[in-house]
């Protein structure tokens, strides 16, 4: 599948109806999300064939994207109703059946659920704004569900810590940053006052260590 055919295909993906603040919860838009899953799958050939959990996932931009790109099963795990309401919603909206499940858990308790495990995680996790060390908190829960591989997006201002938390804590076997994106973020709550906000992110690469079944 090609890049603009993979994004065309997402652009109906419905967003949150009432985004929470405190669990800053902003769309992942399809361009951005296209790009990030399209590197996964052709450069690193991670989908085909593979399990993938998208962990907060939101209304599942990232969940279905990665099943039309091949995986074999994906799991969307997020701590909101509402939104795994819309997410399944979404999953519905196409012609052919993807395979995708959605758990609702949160990120704290998701690594208790053995069950819970995949040879790779996609996410977009919190900044960590409003709630400082939710990025931490993803990343910490993503190595323990990913037997391979964890691809994710943080701000690049956070990247010396990022890459400090991944290799001295989480002790990745690589960490690396893929590419620098913009990502347009749009006015979701009342306190915002432009319309739409661009913010420079990193689309990380991270190999896990060979213990997270354990």
């Known amino acids: ?3 603009k055919e993979l994004e065309s295909l997402m652009q109906d993906i419905a967003p949150f109806e009432d985004p929470k603040i405190e669990l800053e919860q902003y769309p992942t838009g399809p361009h951005i999300a296209a790009r990030m899953l399209y590197t996964v799958a052709n450069s690193y050939d991670e989908f085909e064939g593979q399990t993938v959990i998208d962990l907060g996932c939101g209304t599942a931009m990232l969940s279905i994207g990665a ?3 091949g995986a074999l099963h994906v799991v969307g795990v997020d701590v909101d109703g509402d939104a795994l309401r819309v997410a399944q919603q979404n999953a519905e909206e196409y012609e052919e059946p993807l395979p995708i499940d959605f758990v609702r858990c949160d990120v704290g308790q998701v690594a208790l659920q053995r069950r819970l495990r995949a040879d790779t995680v ?3 996790p ?6 400082k060390g939710a990025d931490a908190e993803f990343l910490r829960a993503a190595f323990q569900l990913s037997r391979n591989s964890v691809y994710s997006l943080h701000k690049s201002s956070t990247r010396e810590y990022i890459q400090r938390l991944a290799e001295r804590e989480l002790r990745a076997a690589s960490a690396e940053v893929l590419a620098q994106l913009r990502y347009d973020l749009p006015a979701s709550y009342k306190f915002h006052k432009q319309k739409s906000r661009d913010i420079e992110v990193d689309l990380w690469r991270f190999e896990v260590p060979p213990q997270t079944d354990s």
């Open 67 to 69: 099943a039309m790109l």
């Open 126 to 131: 919190p900044f960590g704004t409003r709630r």
């Open 1 to 3: 599948m090609k890049l």
């Open 122 to 124: 996609v996410m977009n």
